[in-house]
């Protein structure tokens, strides 16, 4: 079993347009445009899940990046809401960055038994990783 998880790309808009400003495809941008797409466009702030693998001296953990489909059908005309991103987790340790405002994410971790997800703090992450090496 897996279980299913959903995060919205909020303000996703601005990751878009910030791109078509670094290629020059975005002609004499309004000030107000271009300090949105440095403010929000920024990929700290779009929705992420990691599969934790270890611990890793440089980053703390080894994380491997798991990939979701996208769904536009609840999406707003500019794109700024609506947009959701699916991520399909098999049972294991987790790193989720879930966007809860525009400019503002929450970044957790969590815990997949069979279909259910469960929120963890790091020391139980710790823990885990621990029991899982020594068995």
Avoid at 42 to 51: G, Y
Wanted: proline letters at 4%.
């Amino acid at each position: 079993m897996r279980a299913v998880l959903r995060l919205e790309a909020i303000g996703d808009n601005w990751r878009w347009y910030a791109r078509q400003l670094e290629q020059g495809k975005i002609r004499n941008p309004h000030l107000r445009d271009n300090i949105n797409a440095i403010r929000y466009g920024q990929k700290r702030h779009r929705p992420w899940v990691a599969r934790i693998q270890g611990t890793d001296d440089r980053w703390d953990f080894k994380r491997e990046f798991v990939q979701g489909p996208r769904d536009y059908t609840y999406a707003d005309k500019l794109g700024e809401r609506g947009i959701y991103e699916y991520f399909y987790l098999q049972p294991g340790l987790y790193e989720i960055n879930d966007p809860i405002a525009l400019g503002e994410s929450r970044r957790y971790f969590a815990r997949v038994n069979d279909d259910s997800l469960t929120e963890i703090n790091r020391e139980e992450l710790l823990e885990c990783l621990t029991n899982d090496i020594s068995e």
